[in-house]
Nanobody, 124 residues
Framework: QVQLVESGGGLVQAGGSLRLSCVAS????????MGWFRQASGKEREFVAA????????AYVDFVKGRFTISRDNAKNTVYLQCNNLKPEDTAVYYC?????????????????WGQGTQVTVSS
């Protein structure tokens, strides 16, 4: 497994921005596809974005397209989620996840390593 530590969450007003970071250790980061999921209170964990290790292709759920950007820095073993134009409905705990697979990255079960999560709260 991979050890993952998220940071960058916080309280922000609607329309504001946050950059979430996730530092990985344990396996070769450049051979890991990375995903971001979120879980709002009382709701199931849902896919947000992913970036694979084969060429860095990205995928997003519809409700964040144009607002969130996932990127990775293999030299720093870090994946980022830039969140712009945040909305109150984006309030959730955001989790970073890792998998050696390169497809099916929107599926929760694809990932074998998870971080502890970072809270994002967006006020109206």
């Amino acid at each position: 497994q991979v050890q993952l530590v998220e940071s960058g969450g916080g309280l922000v007003q609607a329309g504001g921005s946050l950059r979430l970071s996730c530092v990985a250790s344990g396996r070769t980061f450049s051979r890991e596809s990375m995903g971001w999921f979120r879980q709002a209170s009382g709701k199931e964990r849902e896919f947000v974005a992913a970036i694979n290790w084969r060429g860095g292709a990205t995928a997003y759920v519809d409700f964040v397209k144009g607002r969130f950007t996932i990127s990775r820095d293999n030299a720093k073993n870090t994946v980022y989620l830039q969140c712009n134009n945040l909305k109150p409905e984006d309030t959730a705990v955001y989790y970073c996840a890792a998998t050696p697979d390169s497809d099916g990255l929107s599926y929760y079960a694809r990932y074998d390593s998870w971080g502890q999560g970072t809270q994002v709260t967006v006020s109206s």
